[in-house]
């Protein structure tokens, strides 16, 4: 056996690699726009400075708006803690103005969206149920109050029950009369005969 032939094996096909993030070039080719394919070297130092120089002007600008946001431009600069505080009020101020044009926007609401989240406070408040439950817990609620009512027998069901059970012991009683009628007279039959057979 040769020495490490072991050690490599033959791969075919290669790994998988997918064009995702590509862009058109001023010359019209395709140039990937994902960092991880993008060409090394002096194009991949241009670019970093390119953004850090975006960055500094972006600081700039929004130092320059501070002042004039503040009031006039006669006044002092700014000290650091108000300035971020500044920042804030003007990030939130973006944010809220985003939400209201995304609110307005029907396609980009989610109706699966939870709203507002529950607290442990919240927990022991009645929640709202959902319709199947209703309905569930209405069936429910129904089949008791029936159940009552028949049991006080005033529904037509035990209303028809209760006569005939009425019925049936009528019955039973008039048999168990007749039963004991003919009991008493056969019993009498048989006395009848003892004392003829005795005399």
Do not use: C
Request: zero cysteines; aromatic letters at 2%.
């Amino acid at each position: 056996m040769v020495r490490g032939s072991g050690k490599f094996k033959q791969k075919r096909g290669g790994g998988r690699n997918f064009s995702k993030n590509l862009v058109l070039d001023e010359n019209g080719t395709a140039v990937s726009t994902d960092k991880r394919w993008a060409p090394r070297g002096k194009d991949d130092e241009d670019d970093s400075d390119e953004e850090e120089e975006e960055e500094e002007e972006s600081e700039e600008e929004s130092e320059e708006e501070a002042p004039a946001a503040g009031g006039s431009a006669d006044q002092p600069e700014l000290s650091r803690t108000e300035r971020k505080e500044l920042k804030k009020k003007q990030a939130a101020a973006k944010q809220k103005a985003a939400q209201g044009s995304d609110d307005e926007d029907e396609d980009l609401i989610n109706p699966n969206h939870v709203g507002k989240k529950m607290n442990i406070s919240d927990l022991g408040a009645p929640k709202e149920l959902s319709r199947r439950e209703r309905e569930q817990k209405e069936k429910q609620d129904a089949k008791d109050r029936y159940w009552k009512l028949h049991v006080a027998g005033k529904t037509d069901q035990a209303k028809a029950d209760l006569g005939r059970l009425a019925k049936i012991r009528a019955d039973r009683e008039a048999a168990q009369a007749k039963r004991k009628a003919e009991a008493e007279a056969k019993a009498a039959e048989i006395e009848a005969k003892t004392a003829s057979a005795r005399r």
